[in-house]
């Protein structure tokens, strides 16, 4: 455990005064190798309590509060019991706020009121960062409430080279973390983004933005493993879930989707020297007028990097532009892309899409998909006759450019020749 901790905080010029936080941790966390199983125990009723309220809070929905967060947060991280950081009813603006570790015991953030984002005063790329704590419980029927809608013209949009604007949740070199209960609203950028973090249990949460808000993602991962993301809606102006780099063993079940980009493993392939990804399970989820559905993509002139072992099963869609597809010419940049591809299946696909091609794969010319099964796909075509919704020039079925692929049990469309 840490011997000492530093806090810097220093007045930001911004028009709004909102203050800037560092918190510089020091010492060495030894991690106990405890599983999800072990975290389902927490409670945010036992052990010590810590209420915003109580170290200066104002819930009035105007007055900055992070020091009161950053005050209660240092009580709750030196518990030597399991203690819990309380935000009662009430509504509290905060500029950013990290919650940095290692703690001395376990720790639950419980959230009952509505957090309001200030609209500036952003020096790192996040709102609320939890970092190199275990054993986190976040937790409540509350509410992140990113204020986007104050930065989203002037946010990245599609570009290619640009900064984005604070993710709302980031969670960074953590172990055994749980999320359920909470809604995050109108996200700067991502809604969560999880960074080589391992053992989490996301389930039961509302991530909410209009369709047309950019850079909105429901959960980003990054070098994470052994993640469970289940039963919560999500309706986001981006993917609902984007597996990136290094991130394996991710299981996705019971998710509602729409609207947004469907469920994406990737981009993958932007950066030099990407760790693979593998071991991804999406199942029994629902894709509502989604601007994709089920979708691999990978940058073309990427280096090289695998991803495989990944199964898309049981999935409803209604009204689904893009239902399955895999992308290998993604991004701006030209060349093959050197991201290897294999072992997929899609299985048991119902419902409707606006596409007349079901099944778009793309591959990469230099490195062909390989072992790509699709069984059992019934989409309807509900799409406006005449019309091309997709970009491939209106041909019914299947596009299968560059990849080994196998049809099996019953389709709803011309699938590609053998």
């Known amino acids: 455990m840490a011997n000492g901790r530093r806090l810097l905080a220093k007045e930001n010029d911004s028009k709004v005064g909102s203050l800037i936080l560092m918190a510089v941790v020091f010492g060495s966390c030894v991690a106990d190798g405890e599983n999800l199983g072990g975290r389902r125990g927490l409670s945010a009723n036992s052990g010590a309590v810590f209420d915003i309220t109580k170290?200066?809070?104002?819930?009035?929905?105007?007055t900055n509060t992070f020091k009161a967060f950053l005050k209660a947060w240092i009580q709750?991280?030196?518990?030597?019991?399991p203690a819990t950081l309380l935000v009662p009813a009430g509504q509290y603006l905060a500029g950013p706020v990290i919650f940095a570790g290692?703690?001395?015991?376990?720790?639950?953030?419980?959230?009952?009121?509505?957090?309001?984002?200030?609209?500036s005063g952003y020096a790192t790329p996040e709102w609320f960062l939890f970092e190199r704590v275990n054993d986190v419980l976040l937790t409540g029927t509350g509410t992140f409430h990113g204020k986007g809608e104050d930065i989203w013209k002037e946010g990245c949009g599609k570009k290619t080279?640009?900064?984005?604007?604070?993710?709302?949740l980031k969670f960074r070199n953590m172990k055994n973390l749980e999320v359920s209960g909470i809604t995050s609203v109108n996200s700067k950028a991502f809604h969560m983004f999880l960074v080589k973090t391992e053992f989490v249990n996301i389930h039961n949460i509302k991530?909410?933005?209009?369709?047309?808000?950019?850079?909105?993602?429901?959960?980003?991962?990054?070098n994470a493993d052994h993640i469970s993301i289940t039963n919560s809606k999500m309706a986001t102006g981006d993917d609902c879930v984007s597996i990136g780099r290094g991130s394996n063993n991710v299981t996705i079940q019971g998710i509602i989707c729409g609207p947004g980009h469907g469920i994406s493993i990737g981009s993958l392939g932007k950066y030099k020297n990407e760790e693979d990804v593998s071991g991804i399970h999406v199942s029994n989820c629902t894709m509502i007028e989604t601007d994709n559905g089920l979708r691999i993509k990978t940058w073309g002139g990427s280096g090289p990097s695998k991803a495989a072992d990944i199964k898309f099963e049981n999935i409803q869609m209604q009204s689904v532009k893009n239902p399955i597809i895999i992308d290998q010419n993604y991004g701006s940049r030209g060349g093959d892309s050197q991201v290897a591809v294999s072992d997929v299946l899609f299985s048991n696909i119902r419902g409707t899409t606006i596409t007349q091609n079901v099944v778009q794969l793309n591959c990469s010319k230099s490195i062909p998909c390989a072992g790509i099964n699709v069984v059992d796909v019934n989409l309807n075509y509900v799409g406006k006759k005449g019309k091309?919704?997709?970009?491939?020039?209106?041909?019914?079925?299947?596009?299968?450019?560059?990849?080994?692929v196998v049809f099996g049990g019953q389709h709803s469309f011309q699938t590609c020749a053998k």
Not at 55 to 62: E, K, L, Q, R
Not at 76 to 81: E, I, M
Not at 102 to 119: D, F, L, M, N, Y
Not at 388 to 404: H, P, Q, T, W
């Open 207 to 222: 991530l909410l933005a209009p369709a047309e808000s950019p850079n909105t993602d429901g959960i980003h991962l990054s």
């Open 76 to 81: 709750t991280c030196d518990s030597p019991v």
């Open 388 to 404: 091309k919704f997709e970009a491939s020039g209106g041909l019914v079925g299947s596009i299968c450019d560059n990849a080994r």
């Open 102 to 119: 290692p703690c001395k015991s376990r720790v639950t953030v419980e959230v009952q009121g509505t957090i309001i984002a200030t609209t």
């Open 161 to 168: 080279n640009c900064n984005l604007p604070p993710t709302s």
């Open 55 to 62: 170290f200066g809070a104002v819930g009035d929905g105007a």
